[in-house]
Structures are given as C-alpha cells and as structure tokens.
C-alpha cells in the first residue's frame, strides 16, 4: 500500500470451526484454515482496491475506533454477499454492542434456541429484495413512459400544419397515417440501439468494478422492453396525428403556431 487512506467496509465475524460448513466464500487465494484474532480475509473487490493479497498485513480501524493489524490469510469472490472483511468472531465480539447477531450452526442447535431453516431465510431475504427491486422499476418504468409519451405527443402535435399541407397537396390522412407508421419503427430502432448501447456501457463498466465480471441482460426481459416501447411509441404518434388530421386542413394551415 502507498499510504493509509479512509474507506468503510462492511465486516463479519464468523466463528472458525467449521466455516466452510456454514458458508462458501467462495476462496479464491489463500484459506480460511488459519482464522483467528490475529489474521483476516477479505474480498476481492476489497484486495484489490487496498492493494493486499495472502500474507500482507492489513492496517484497520474498528467501529469503535480500536486500530488493528491482522495478516491476510485468504482473498474471496463473494464480498457481495457476506461483506468484504471476513474476521474471527472473537476478534469482533468485544467491539460491538451485540455480539449475537446472527449464528449459522453446522448440527443440531441447542434446545430453546429461536431458529430459521436456510431454505425459509433465503426465501424470506429473496421475496423482501424483489419487492424492494419491483417498487423501484416500476417508478422508473412509469416516469419514463410518461417521458417518452409526452416528447413524442408533443412532437407530433406540433407537425399538424405539416399534415395539412400534406393533404392540401392531395394526399389521404390514411397516406399521412401509413407514413408516421414508417417512421416510427425508424425512430424506435435507433432510439433502441442507441439506448441499448449506453445501458450496456453503463452496467458493464459498474458490474467489472463491483464483480469483476460482465452484467447479465436476459434476452427475453430486454426483447419485452423494447416491445412495450414499440407500443408506447405507436401510440404516442397515431393518437395525436389522429386529433391533429381532425381539423379542415385550410383552418389548420393558417394557425399561427
């Protein structure tokens, strides 16, 4: 390291026996064989912005403002997961205000001790992250939806002296109609492409920083994206050129706009 710098990280204490029992870290160099008071192991994403690996010394400070100094026995993927700084138990206990927390147990609990199965705590944690998850893309689906309605509406309304000249010079409102209908899936390629492409550049470059690896875009999620913009986008431009045809085109022509 070049020098000490300041960043909070998320730590977990875990008791040694039988860790690998109770949760995959997923290792990637060292192990967590040695864990105790005196060593620690952290996550990837962590190593490598501390710039540690396996056998460095690593300069911490508590919660509660105690310095500490353990060596690196271990680096691992999952710092996502279960936090980016993995210590003993012991180590963390007298620098908290609840040790307990929560204790994964390898065997039969102790009688009279309050517990959940893995399966209803992953189901639980899962089913709270996707409303959560669900909530949040709703709002932004809603917002830009009506983002995207009321550009094109406006946009359209605003092209009625040119329909009117359109059909002054002999041309049908149904030849008007098919020629938005071409323009449309004109403008929603390249709005598609253009979006997918920032999207993607967006998310990659953030998911390699936080994994280290390339975002997933399920096909079909990203296909039914573009069709219900498809569908925003029709609609946004048939319904207003609809009301702005509505008109006699002389009295549409000479409004001042």
Same mark, same amino acid.
């Given at each position: 390291?070049?020098?000490?710098?300041?960043?909070?990280?998320?730590?977990?204490?875990?008791? *040694? =026996?039988?860790?690998?029992?109770?949760?995959? &870290?997923? !290792?990637?160099?060292?192990?967590?064989?040695?864990?105790? /008071?005196?060593?620690?192991?952290?996550?990837?994403?962590?190593?490598?912005?501390?710039?540690?690996?396996?056998?460095?010394?690593?300069?911490?400070?508590?919660?509660?403002?105690?310095?500490?100094?353990?060596?690196?026995?271990?680096?691992?993927?999952?710092?996502?997961? @279960?936090?980016?700084?993995?210590?003993?138990?012991?180590?963390?206990? %007298?620098?908290?205000?609840? /040790?307990? =927390?929560?204790?994964?147990?390898?065997? +039969? *609990?102790?009688?009279?001790?309050? $517990?959940?199965?893995?399966?209803?705590?992953?189901?639980?944690?899962?089913?709270?992250? %996707?409303?959560?998850?669900?909530?949040?893309?709703?709002?932004?689906?809603?917002?830009?939806?009506?983002? !995207?309605?009321? $550009?094109?509406?406006?946009?359209?309304?605003?092209?009625?002296?040119?329909?009117?000249?359109?059909?002054?010079?002999?041309?049908?409102?149904?030849?008007?109609?098919?020629?938005?209908?071409?323009?449309? *899936? #004109?403008?929603?390629? !390249?709005?598609?492409?253009?979006?997918? #492409?920032?999207?993607?550049?967006?998310?990659?470059? @953030?998911? %390699?920083?936080?994994?280290?690896?390339?975002?997933?875009?399920?096909?079909?999620?990203?296909?039914?994206?573009?069709?219900?913009? %498809?569908?925003?986008?029709?609609?946004? +431009?048939?319904?207003?050129?609809? &009301?702005?045809?509505?008109?006699?085109?002389?009295?549409?022509?000479?409004?001042?706009?």
């Amino acid at each position: 390291m070049d020098g000490p710098r300041v960043e909070n990280y998320a730590i977990q204490g875990v008791t *040694p =026996g039988g860790l690998e029992r109770t949760m995959d &870290l997923g !290792v990637r160099d060292g192990s967590l064989r040695n864990l105790n /008071p005196a060593t620690i192991a952290v996550s990837a994403t962590a190593a490598d912005r501390l710039g540690v690996r396996p056998g460095d010394r690593l300069r911490l400070t508590l919660g509660d403002g105690t310095p500490i100094s353990p060596t690196v026995i271990a680096v691992y993927e999952r710092g996502l997961g @279960f936090g980016d700084l993995t210590v003993s138990h012991d180590l963390l206990a %007298a620098h908290v205000d609840d /040790p307990r =927390g929560v204790v994964l147990i390898a065997g +039969t *609990p102790p009688a009279g001790l309050p $517990t959940t199965d893995a399966a209803s705590l992953a189901e639980t944690t899962a089913a709270t992250n %996707a409303e959560v998850n669900q909530v949040a893309m709703a709002l932004i689906i809603a917002f830009t939806a009506i983002a !995207v309605v009321n $550009t094109l509406a406006m946009s359209t309304s605003d092209r009625a002296r040119e329909f009117a000249l359109l059909r002054l010079v002999g041309t049908t409102r149904r030849q008007v109609l098919r020629m938005l209908g071409w323009e449309t *899936p #004109a403008i929603v390629a !390249v709005a598609a492409v253009l979006g997918t #492409a920032i999207a993607l550049a967006t998310l990659t470059a @953030f998911s %390699a920083g936080m994994t280290g690896g390339a975002p997933h875009v399920p096909p079909l999620g990203h296909l039914g994206v573009l069709a219900w913009g %498809a569908l925003l986008a029709a609609v946004a +431009t048939v319904l207003p050129a609809r &009301l702005a045809m509505a008109a006699r085109p002389a009295d549409t022509i000479n409004t001042r706009e």
